[in-house]
């Protein structure tokens, strides 16, 4: 079985309607059905909801779920998902949160199992070995090698702290991605970059 990651810079449906990479994340979901189930994980904005508002009404037309942190690890709705949106916000918050209850094995977990995933800015950083936001550096989930700065085209003090470190660890691929560009990750190895 397929593994898909599509890592999302900036775009979406954050700041989009009718996104093209929301519907080219759908259109990977194995399930022929029309109405998919939809999961938002919105722990890096520190679930808020006028984040979740927003991925209610864009995925509107399908079966839609969320997973504040209390809820993360009780709720089995994320084993019935086809698609997973993990959202943007404090990265360094989202990992620590998910591996002080464990949820760091369980989301690669459904990664494994086929559960296609969405990550934006901080959902798509995590998912590489090295996280550097806000000056500071931390372990993602170790599923690719290198790191990622999103936001790369507007990011200004923290641009140049990521090349500065970049240029530092220069034996570790880095991606730097401006806000209109996405990886689509298949098996773990990154087969297109998508410029919307």
Known sequence: MDKHLVLIS????????????????????LSKNQKK???????????????????????????????????LM?????????????????THYLIDTWREIGFDKKIIELYEKGTV?????????CWFDYIHDSKRVNTGLNILKGSMCPHYDDLNDEKKSYDEWAKQNSNITHYKLNNNESLHVKNGKIVARIVT
Not at 21 to 29: G, Q, R, Y
């Open 10 to 29: 900036g775009g979406g449906f954050s700041t989009e309607e009718n996104s093209y990479i929301d519907n080219f994340a759908l259109n990977l979901c």
């Open 37 to 71: 189930n939809v999961v938002f994980i919105p722990t890096a904005s520190h679930d808020a909801e006028g984040y979740i508002e927003k991925f209610n009404h864009a995925f509107s037309q399908h079966h839609t779920f969320h997973l504040t942190n209390s809820t």
């Open 74 to 90: 009780t709720n089995d709705c994320l084993d019935q998902a086809d698609l997973i949106y993990i959202g943007g916000g404090d």
């Open 117 to 125: 995933i969405v990550g934006i800015s901080a959902g798509a950083m």
